[in-house]
């Protein structure tokens, strides 16, 4: 009995409650409500599960993003070997072919020639791409296609620059030949000039030589080959010029002195012929034959003259007369026709 008057006192004071302590209780109530305590844990739950979503998309998207630097980064660097490699293959099918056909004996220094050899004996590295799929191996790639597009980068100057040596050898051994060669000329020509004073048929053309020479003279210390050439080429012209004029001059001369070796051979001709002609008009005998001996006629005004007796041809019976005459001069009798 005791033990419900209790209760009954604690209902009554809990109903005895003022009005305000009632209300308050009653939003509190309200409010436990509304909240209840197993949510506290499931709101942290769920903010952790939030959390750990967003850690991983962080990560995800950052590894993605590696992976498609890493990607860009070995595109490009695949396209840097590409230009470099194209660079350094022209030069090779270009300059440096053209050069590498260059022999010692054109060169002024051999030394030239060998390392133009040597430089294109080098291999080139092997173009490999990017091939890997991952981060780490794209980097890899990354920076062994940079090491090759160094590698032909350097080797297209040095290539270049070997090209050019060979090609400043050539050209200075080039200009020394030239240098040579007008040189000998000018010696040349210069003797010609002299001793063919007179002996042209056209003096023309030793002025022409000499001003070559003046031109060539001017010129041999110069530094074009092209121009040293030219300077041969002109004198080397006016020389055949001078050397024609002499020939022509010299067969002129021949044909002259032929002319007059026959005009004098034909004068001495006639001249002998004059000689003989007057010779035999002095007859100190004469000889009528008639094939049979005939008789001989002495010319009366001559009759004492010690002179050999003529004697008749035995052989003839043709019916002419012949008659012997002796020259003036002493020298023995001749036949003649008597006419």
Known sequence: MKMNEEKKNDIVEETTTPTESSTSNENAESTTRRHPKWLVPAIAAGAAVVLVGAGFGGWHAYT????????TACAQAGENVREAANAYN???????SDASGIKADQVKDTKTVDALSKVLK????????CVADGKDGLDAATLKLNSQAKWYESHEKSLTEAVKAVNASK???TLEIAKNALSK???EAAKLLKDSDGKVQDNATREALAKAIDAGNKLKGGKESSKLDEARKTLESAVKGVNDSIAAKTKADEEAAATAAQAAAAAQAQAQ??????SYSNTNYRYRGNGNGGNSARNPSTS???TPTPQPPTSSNDGFDTCF???????????????
Request: proline share 9%.
């Open 64 to 71: 993605t993003h590696e992976l498609n630097a890493a990607k």
């Open 90 to 96: 022209l030069v090779v099918n270009g300059d440096a």
């Open 325 to 339: 005459v002796t020259p003036t001069d002493g020298s023995p009798a001749i036949e003649v026709p008597c006419n």
């Open 185 to 187: 000329r000018l010696d």
């Open 304 to 306: 004492s003259s010690p």
């Open 122 to 129: 080098e291999t080139a590295p092997e173009y490999e791409g």
């Open 171 to 173: 050209a200075a051994k």
């Open 273 to 278: 012929t004059r000689t003989r002609s007057n």
